[in-house]
């Protein structure tokens, strides 16, 4: 599996709503379609406080885009 490189805004949002997974989590929002957001070493459930400190920012995120969850390989940069 490759990496790939994305510019997107992270955003913490409620997912899965009514379902036994719903949860607030970090979301990566790009023009062509969002992700959940997840390190490796972080919470795989619920909001990884790192991540949430970059709530409402643009970023450039390299990792693994699933079809679901987009698993960094790299700490997201900032870009705003």
Request: overall charge negative; cysteine-free; charged content about 20%.
């Given at each position: 599996?490759?990496?790939?490189?994305v510019?997107?805004?992270?955003?913490?949002?409620?997912?899965a709503?009514?379902?036994?997974?719903?949860?607030?989590?970090?979301?990566?929002?790009?023009?062509?379609?969002?992700?959940?957001?997840?390190?490796?070493?972080?919470?795989?459930?619920?909001?990884?406080?790192?991540?949430?400190?970059?709530?409402?920012?643009?970023?450039?995120?390299?990792?693994?885009?699933?079809?679901?969850?987009?698993?960094?390989?790299?700490?997201?940069t900032?870009?705003?």
């Amino acid at each position: 599996m490759n990496t790939q490189t994305v510019r997107g805004t992270v955003r913490i949002k409620q997912v899965a709503r009514g379902s036994k997974a719903e949860q607030s989590t970090a979301v990566l929002i790009t023009p062509e379609r969002s992700w959940l957001l997840r390190r490796s070493e972080g919470p795989s459930f619920g909001v990884d406080p790192e991540l949430a400190a970059l709530d409402g920012h643009e970023v450039t995120a390299t990792g693994y885009a699933g079809t679901g969850v987009f698993l960094l390989s790299e700490p997201v940069t900032d870009v705003t």
